[in-house]
C-alpha cells in the first residue's frame, strides 16, 4: 500500500497554487520552487496568486476530495479591507451576499465575520497602498465553502473592497509560526 505525504505550505504572495504553468506567456511563480516535493502531490484547493496564507498539499486525492467538495470543513480568512467596516456591514458578510459565480447569481451561505485589531503579519512583498488613501479595516471570515474568489467577491459586494488576504486556517490545521514560503511535512490533517 503506498504510504501517502502531507504538507503545510505559507503560499507567498506571487506564487500561484499549481505546479505546473499552462500559460506560456508569462512566467509565474509556482509551488515546486519553493520545496522538493513527491510526484502526484496537489494543492487541496487552491488561493489566487495575490493570496497569501495556510495551503495543504497531499499525495492523496481522496483527503484532497473530502477537504474540497464534501468535508464542510471550515477556512478562515484573515483580510484587509478597503474603508473602515462597520457592524451592520459585517453582519451582510454573515447572513449570506449576492456575488457571481459561473455567470450566474449566488447567494453565500451564512458564514462567521468579526472586525479584528490589524495582525502581525510580514510585509507584503508588493505594497499593498499607502495611508494618503484612506483608512483600511481587518475582518476575520471564516467560511465551509468556497467559491472562486468567494471572499473577494464577498468584501466587493458591500462596498469594501478586499486589499490583502491570508488564508491562516483549514480545519484544524492552522498557519501557526510558518514563516513565508516556509513548508512543513505533517503526518496528517
Not at 39 to 55: F, Q, Y
Not at 167 to 180: A, F, M, S
Request: proline share 3%.
Amino acid at each position: 500500500m503506498e504510504k501517502h505525504r502531507h504538507f503545510i505550505i505559507y503560499k507567498p504572495y506571487g506564487f500561484l497554487s499549481q505546479f505546473i504553468n499552462n500559460q506560456t506567456k508569462r512566467k509565474k511563480k509556482l509551488l515546486g520552487e519553493l520545496y522538493d516535493f513527491p510526484k502526484k502531490t496537489m494543492a487541496i484547493g487552491r488561493l489566487d496568486v495575490k493570496s497569501e496564507g495556510l495551503l495543504l498539499l497531499t499525495t492523496d486525492g481522496k483527503v484532497s476530495d473530502f477537504i474540497t467538495t464534501r468535508g464542510n470543513v471550515e477556512k478562515e480568512y484573515y483580510v484587509q479591507v478597503n474603508g473602515e467596516i462597520n457592524q451592520d456591514k459585517v453582519d451582510l458578510l454573515k447572513n449570506g451576499v449576492e456575488i457571481g459565480f459561473d455567470g450566474k447569481k449566488y447567494i453565500t451561505k451564512k458564514c462567521k465575520v468579526s472586525i479584528i485589531k490589524t495582525p502581525n503579519f510580514p510585509k507584503r512583498t508588493q505594497k499593498i497602498r499607502d495611508d494618503r488613501h484612506g483608512p483600511t479595516s481587518w475582518i476575520s471570515i471564516t467560511l465551509t465553502e468556497g467559491k472562486f474568489r468567494q471572499v473577494r467577491k464577498m468584501t466587493s459586494a458591500i462596498g469594501h473592497p478586499t486589499l490583502r488576504l491570508i488564508r491562516i486556517r483549514i480545519g484544524n490545521v492552522n498557519l501557526g509560526t510558518l514563516k513565508v514560503g516556509e513548508v512543513k511535512e505533517i503526518l496528517s490533517f
